[in-house]
């Protein structure tokens, strides 16, 4: 029987992850919108209906990753944090140039133009990270897409930190910072984020790696939660402030540990780990062709015939009267991207994922308002508790689901059907208006709505494959601008818009603000629960297959 031989995961691969830490937290530039919007308001002269269409081209150029799916596949990471690099530069300075006054009088669409181009570094940021990561720890994708969206997550506190400490609170001086420092980071980072030799699970020291760096991020969070807290309560001194921020700087390096501790105290080789082809999902028998051997390849254009034996059909191959015909991939193989999109689960999870981050983008665009309509005079604890748990909800949805996954065969998308229930919650508790819930409903919205990404990105590539996953995971990040289109600047927009000219003015006070608001959103969620409760259903068999005996086992065509 033909061995197949899966090498070990070495240390470049967790020299990229701890790289991808700094690029995923340029990668979350776009949160910096409520730190100079105001100022672009003034100095513009802008009214909040336009303001609140930049918002729109904020989310629209965050989310729109089509592209860079698409590329990712074609080009190596560091050409794509390069044209990433590019749009940060061009995007955020043309919005420097108008804050700054360096240039007057330039047009909105220019303006709103260069918000989407500024913000789509994002998307060119996250997929280059994502997906190589994803790829160079093919075993651990749960883990590895909490970790990453868990940084993200948390990259607005690291900001407002930056912004209150550093900048002085200046929107010019931190638009300059966008424009020209995060474009240099992500080309210090270019060359240590690539394709690695696959980790293959089997380093003991590997499960303690991944905790490490999760308590590591977990330790982040809670220090900018409490500098943030402190800077808006006490009075800090420069010194002071500048040394908040280098403790900052040193826990978000603290994922160079892993590196700097393999190549200083190796482990013990052991010699790779070998695997038989019973081992692989989907094999029912001996494939005489499948071989790790690069010659291999050359076998892609024959097919076997089912009734031939195996000497038969070796022979029929060499001759070349028997031809291949590539049979369509079963779940949990690699999908192309047109056969993942006629396939019934691609659009359950897609509507479940729209339906959870629509609502979530909703509240997180209006939380300012929201909590002035409602009485609360500084919005400031909001925001940072909505930013602190949709971190944990990041961050714990990888590590539990990676868990129960293996454990139990649990599919991921359990934990989307618990997010949903508690969203529809949440939007309740809204809707009862009372200020003693606000923050409750505030905290629990933030968690599911970190949940909702960190369990889509791996369920996605669990399903229609790694191979392809870029713009399979770049077209189902499309819920997020969607959702923001309609349930935030449609819905609850027009419906605050209305109410202010009930009130006879342009900001609304009172429960009905955004009452009707929760209520539908509620609803929505509703819906949410049922579609990935079929979608639960359907992939189970999925998951006890790839998860089956506690490990992950590769699907049969893998190739990546």
Known sequence: MPKLVLKVGSRPPWVGLAAAVWVQIAAGNSYNFPLYSSTLKSVMDYNQQQVTL??????????????????????????????????????????????????????????????????????WFGTAVLVTNMRNFPLSRGTVAGILKGYIGISAAVYTVICSMVLNDSASKLLLFLALGLPFLCLAMMYLIRA?????????????????????????????????????????????????????????????????????FPAKKLGPPVYSSDDL????????????????????????????SDVETLLAVGEGAVKKKRRAPRRGEDFKFREALIKADFWLLWFSYFLGVGPGITVLNNLAQIGVALGVDDTTLLLSLFSFCNFVGRLGAGAVSEHFVRSRTLPRTFWMICAHIVMTISFLLYALSLTSTLYIATALLGICYGVQY????????????????????????????????????????????????????????????????????AGVCGLGTILSTILTIRVQPVYQLLYAGGSFRLPQNTNY
């Not at 696959?198 to 939660?225: M, N, R």
């Not at 500048?242 to 700087?249: D, F, G, K, P």
């Not at 959702?483 to 000219?501: K, T, V, W």
Request: overall charge negative; hydrophobic content about 45%; proline content about 5%.
């Open 196 to 264: 690695c030799t696959p980790a293959s699970g089997e380093d003991s020291s590997e499960h303690v790696h991944f905790i490490f760096t999760q308590a590591s991020s977990v330790l982040l969070a809670i220090y900018l939660l409490s500098s943030t807290v402190i800077s808006d309560t006490v009075s800090l001194s420069g010194t002071v402030s500048y040394i908040l921020v280098a403790i900052m700087v040193i826990l978000l390096m603290s994922p160079l540990i892993i590196p700097a501790k393999m190549t200083f």
């Open 54 to 123: 930049l918002g729109v081209a904020n989310d629209i150029g965050e989310s729109v990753s089509i592209l860079p799916g698409i590329a990712c596949n074609k080009f190596p990471p560091w050409a794509l944090l390069l044209v990433g690099a590019s749009l940060c530069f061009l995007g955020y300075g043309v919005l420097w140039l108008a804050v700054s006054q360096t240039v007057q009088n330039l047009p909105y669409w220019l303006l709103w133009l260069a918000l989407c181009i500024g913000t789509n570094s994002c998307a």
């Open 454 to 521: 960190s369990t889509m990105v791996p369920t996605a590539s669990e399903i229609f494959g790694l191979k392809h996953f870029g713009i399979i995971y770049s077209t189902m990040a499309l819920g997020n601008p969607i959702g923001a289109i309609l349930f935030s600047a449609l819905l609850a927009g027009y419906l605050y818009d209305a109410e202010a000219a009930t009130q006879g003015g342009s900001t609304c006070l009172g429960s009905n603000c955004f009452r009707l608001t929760f209520l539908v959103l």
């Open 281 to 308: 999902v989907g094999s029912t028998q001996t494939d005489p062709l499948l071989t790790p051997t690069s010659s291999s390849t050359h076998l892609g254009n024959f097919h076997e015939s089912e009734d031939a």
